[in-house]
C-alpha cells in the first residue's frame, strides 16, 4: 500500500502544480497534515485518510481520478472508496450518511477555510482566480467559510477549528463595525 499511496502522491503533487496559487500542494500538504491530524481521534482508515487527502482537490475532475485510480492498480473497492472520498469532499454533497474518512478529509480540507489565514486564501483566490468584484469577493468568501463551518462533520475537526472560527468571527464583526460611517 504504500508504494501505491507514493504513486498517489507523486501524481496528485503534479496535478497540484497545475492548479492556481490558492490550491497548489502547499494547500494539499496542509490538507493531509490536517487529515492524519484529525483521524488520529476519528479512526478511520488511514491509507484511504491520506490517499483521500492527497486527492481531495480532484473534486472537480472526477474523470482525471478515475482514469488516475485505475493505473494505481489498486483493488477496485479501494479505488471506489477513494473516488466517493473525493466526491464527497464538497459541502453540498458530504453527509452524516458519508464513510468517516470522506468525513475527515472534507473537515481537513475546511480547516484550510478557517481563520485569519483561510479569510485571505479565499479572498485572493475569489479576487485573483475567480474574478469577482471587491464586494462581491468578500460576500463570497464569507459564505463559504460559514458554510464549510457548519458543514464541519467530525467532532475532531470542530474542535480543531474552534480557534480559528473564533478568530474568522471576530474579524468579521470587526469588519462589518469599520464600514459603518
Known amino acids: 500500500m504504500q508504494n501505491c499511496l507514493n504513486e498517489i502522491k507523486a501524481k496528485a503533487s503534479v496535478f497540484y502544480q497545475q492548479q492556481d496559487p ?17 483521524n488520529q481521534t476519528e479512526a478511520g482508515n488511514a491509507f484511504l485518510v491520506e490517499a483521500g ?5 480532484y473534486h472537480d475532475h472526477l474523470e482525471q481520478l478515475d482514469k488516475l485510480l485505475q493505473e494505481t492498480g489498486l483493488n477496485p473497492v479501494i479505488q471506489s472508496q477513494l473516488y466517493e472520498i473525493v466526491r464527497l469532499c464538497r459541502p453540498h454533497l458530504i453527509s452524516d450518511s458519508a464513510p468517516i474518512e470522506a468525513k475527515v478529509v472534507f473537515d481537513a480540507d475546511a480547516m484550510d477555510l478557517m481563520g485569519a ?14 474574478k469577482l468584484p471587491y464586494d462581491q469577493a468578500l460576500t463570497a468568501t464569507r459564505k463559504v467559510q460559514n458554510l464549510f463551518e457548519e458543514k464541519l462533520m467530525t467532532a475532531t475537526g470542530r474542535s480543531m477549528a474552534q480557534k480559528d472560527i473564533r478568530v474568522a468571527h471576530r474579524f468579521w464583526r470587526n469588519f462589518d463595525e469599520s464600514k459603518q460611517p
Open 22 to 38: 490558492y490550491h497548489n500542494l502547499r494547500h494539499g500538504e496542509r490538507v493531509v497534515r490536517y487529515a492524519l491530524k484529525i
Open 117 to 130: 489565514y483561510g479569510i485571505t486564501r479565499e479572498l485572493a483566490c475569489n479576487l485573483e482566480v475567480r
Open 53 to 57: 487527502a492527497w486527492l481531495h482537490q
